[in-house]
């Protein structure tokens, strides 16, 4: 059996993000190995939602996490909550998008669209990848997927933040929902996102 790595302990109002480099060959291997680490070894397999979202089942549900990948560059965040705690990231390489706004139009919310039409091109891809990450880990949380409708979970782009205003359907209300930005170098953008209050984020390097 493979040697798992270490990790902090993970307090209850935290949420703990790894980012490490990622090939496709590696497949889901760094994420489990994470994984395991903070579950300990009396967790169950893991099992995977309607739509592909990993979880343990109840009663294990306490331990929420996900993760998310984009060119290079790996993304495994998890916390602790009440059973089935919700948690999504998602990670985005930033590369040339010409179609952005026009992909806002078709699927973001009006207003969404209208604020990043107002912003100079040379700021649209980054507040169109903000806007996406921060829809992604909200729905990846959710476990309903992009045919959930991106245009169901609206919200509002800042200089410094992406705040939740209007979710739809079961994923409602938006106040119920932390969506928070990742520091990232300037080739990603990243968020985290989680149903429940105010926690701090901590974040680590996993060196394969």
Known sequence: MSVLPHVPLLADDEIHV???????????????????????????????????KPHFPAPFGELGFNWSHSGDRALFAVGRGSEGFELGVDIERVRPRPRALELATRFFAPDETAMLARLPAGRLLNGFLRLWTAKEAVLKANG?????????????????????????????????????????????????????????????????
Do not use: K, N
Not at 30 to 51: K, Q
Not at 155 to 173: C, H, N, Q, S
Not at 181 to 200: S, Y
């Open 144 to 208: 309903s997927g992009l045919s959930y409708g991106l245009h169901r979970v609206s919200f509002a782009l800042g200089d410094a933040a992406v705040t939740p205003v209007a979710f739809e359907g079961e994923i409602a209300p938006a106040s119920a929902w932390c969506v928070e930005a990742l520091a990232m170098d300037d080739a990603w953008v990243a968020a985290v996102a989680w149903r429940g209050c105010e926690r701090t984020i901590r974040v680590f390097t996993y060196a394969l």
């Open 18 to 52: 790894w980012q490490t480099r990622w090939t496709s060959g590696q497949g889901e291997l760094p994420f489990m190995s994470l994984l395991a680490a903070y579950a300990g070894p009396d967790a169950p397999a893991v099992a995977r939602g309607e739509h592909g």
